[in-house]
Every structure is written in C-alpha cells, then in structure tokens.
C-alpha cells in the first residue's frame, strides 16, 4: 500500500542519514516463509525486502555502508559482553550469562550483529 511505501522511504532515508554505518542480519524471507512460522504470504508481504533495498541504495548514495551478517551467525547465543556463548531455546526471552549481564535476548543479538557488522568492514 501507499502508506506502507512511504513509511519504508521515511524510515530508510532517516536511517540512512543518522548512521554511517548499519549492520543487519542476512535474512532470506522467502524462505522463512515456507518454514511455517505463522502465515507465508504475510510474511512475504511485510516489506523488508523492499525496506533493505531501499537502506542499502540511500547509504550507498550517501558514502555510507550496510553490512550483512551471515543469517548463521549465532547472534542470540552469544553474550555481547563476555563473548561466552550457550545456548537458548525460542521461548527463553532474556540472555542471562554467568559473567553477569542479563539482557533482552533480542537487544543481545542486537548488540551481537552490530558487533559483527563492525568487525565484518573492518577487516574488509
């Protein structure tokens, strides 16, 4: 829809004017679709592909860098404090780690894929 394509170009092109760089986890959505994670053409139809397309093209315009993170990597097991990894079942929400931190499984694998992203362009 019409309000959906202007809320992606708002939504990018702030992004991309805030952020030198962005570091996003490589998800192929077409995929994740057939794996029966609620319903297949709603999540085809909700936009990220689009979304991406247009962050990297704005960022690319504006001498700025999207880096992709390997959908492998296990951002959510990590402790981006420590580094020490364990695993977490989908149901567990919070990360807690013997080192301390206790943290929202997803800002985790948040700070995680920022944490790769970074280490991913500055070896590049």
């Known amino acids: ?4 394509l202007d809320f992606l170009h708002k939504e990018s092109t702030r992004i991309a004017n805030l952020y030198e760089v962005v570091c996003i986890e490589s998800l192929n959505m077409k995929a994740i679709s057939n794996k029966g994670f609620g319903n297949g053409k709603a999540t085809l139809d909700n936009g990220y592909g689009l979304f991406q397309t247009m962050l990297e093209y704005k960022l690319l315009d504006r001498g700025k860098y999207l880096v992709k993170v390997d959908k492998w990597y296990p951002s959510s097991q990590i402790c981006s404090h420590c580094g020490n990894r364990k695993h977490l079942n989908l149901t567990d929400r919070t990360y807690c780690c013997e080192c301390g ?7 985790n694998a948040a700070l995680n894929i920022k944490n790769e992203g970074l280490r991913i362009l500055m070896s590049a």
Do not use: G
């Open 101 to 107: 931190l206790e943290l929202d499984r997803d800002i």
């Open 1 to 4: 829809s019409n309000q959906r």
